[in-house]
T-cell receptor, first 109, second 114 residues
């Protein structure tokens, strides 16, 4: 099956800093989603982005499907951005999302 | 709020027992997916139902079963529970069940097996 790797595994930021999270995948995909898992465990949809660039407030994402990677940008980070960020991809064959291992982000005040 | 509801939020039970987790998809969504999040395995796909029919199976144990009812809600049944079944179980829904659909996740059910 498809392999999904996220980096870095952990990130500590000072409030107000910018950061970039990376997701590499091993095969072509028909679906790519970014999620934020908050400290209460809830998975919150951030972006559906199998290709191209999207922005939502302080967050933006870019997927370069031909090179098999996606980037999530967090600008002017806030303490509420803390949590785990997951990238999940859907394979051309199969009907499921395969998740990466996540990037754990801690934003310090 | 994703619009996907799951009950109960927390469940504590003993080894050998059986539990049922319930999921209601977003209004209008025909597909339901179940995922398990454990410390050692991460987030893993279990099973997918579309309009009452099983569509795909992942790493789902034989002790686990699921179904989707005519009103589109779904239940995940876990039996002969073991300590290793302790995990966060998520339900997700999507409109059709195509891999290109966005999947929206519920708040999860945290299962603790003692």
């Amino acid at each position: 099956g498809i392999q999904v790797e996220q980096s870095p595994p952990d990130l500590i930021l000072q409030e107000g800093a910018n950061s970039t999270l990376r997701c590499n995948f091993s095969d072509s995909v028909n679906n790519l989603q970014w999620f934020h898992q908050n400290p209460w465990g809830q998975l919150i949809n951030l972006f559906y982005i199998p290709s191209g660039t999207k922005q939502n407030g302080r967050l933006s994402a870019t997927t370069v499907a031909t090179e098999r990677y996606s980037l999530l940008y967090i600008s002017s980070s806030q303490t509420t951005d803390s949590g785990v960020y997951f990238c999940a991809v859907g394979e051309a064959a199969g009907n499921k999302l395969t998740f990466g291992g996540g990037t754990r982000v801690l934003v310090k005040p | 709020d994703s619009g996907v509801t799951q009950t109960p939020k927390h469940l504590i039970t003993a080894t050998g027992q059986r539990v049922t987790l319930r999921c209601s998809p977003r209004s209008g969504d025909l597909s339901v997916y179940w995922y398990q999040q454990s410390l050692d395995q991460g987030l893993q796909f279990l099973i997918h139902y579309y309009n009452g029919e099983e569509r795909a199976k992942g790493n789902i144990l034989e002790r686990f079963s699921a179904q989707q009812f005519p009103d589109l809600h779904s239940e995940l049944n876990l039996s002969s529970l073991e300590l290793g079944d302790s995990a966060l179980y998520f339900c997700a829904s999507s409109i059709e069940g195509h891999i290109t659909d966005t999947q929206y996740f519920g708040p999860g059910t945290r299962l603790t097996v003692l």
